[in-house]
């Protein structure tokens, strides 16, 4: 396994790079997360364009049934683009429509319903994960990336550096990301 260290900008373009290369990255970042979903802090991330995705995330890393969803993390600021919502989801509680004409951009995060259940993240409160996502928008186009909470089947979500790098090394993800340094199994 390798490791690196980035600073914050060079970490959201590396990051985002490989995330619309399809690869699969576990998100470790400050403190835990308290309440029922992953926002950022644990979480496990990837290409919200590719059709693909939720099928490879179910069957390869979370190992779980294949009809779980995951959800979108997107720009604030560009969430109406997307999704029906008349105002901010910070804490992933809504799951609004997402707009027709842009179901094809993001296949892997769109609920069999049209819905998806949003996560919105703004600048002033989480400026590394909005400098992911903005990082990935100016990629893809897209300012959008897939999310579910960082663990695997079976077990509860990531605790400590340790629980993360023992999840990651029991997946198919492909970087861990734990603060600014990055793990990279992708070269096994």
Known sequence: ???SELGDDELSGFVARKI???KVVGWFQGKMEFGPRALGGRSILGNPCDPHMKE???NKV???EP???YAPMVLEERARDFFELSGASPFMLLAPRVRPEKKDAIPGAVHVDGTARVQTVSQGVNPKLWRLIKAFESITGVPVILNTSFNLRGEPVVCTPEDA???FKK???DYLVLGNF???QSQN
Do not use: H, Q
Request: no cysteine; proline share 4%; charged share 25%.
């Open 1 to 3: 396994m390798i490791f």
């Open 20 to 22: 619309a290369e399809n």
């Open 56 to 58: 490879f995330l179910n």
């Open 62 to 64: 979370k190992k779980r």
């Open 67 to 69: 009809f779980r969803p």
């Open 165 to 167: 790098i023992s999840s």
């Open 171 to 173: 997946s198919a993800m």
């Open 182 to 184: 990055i793990l990279d």
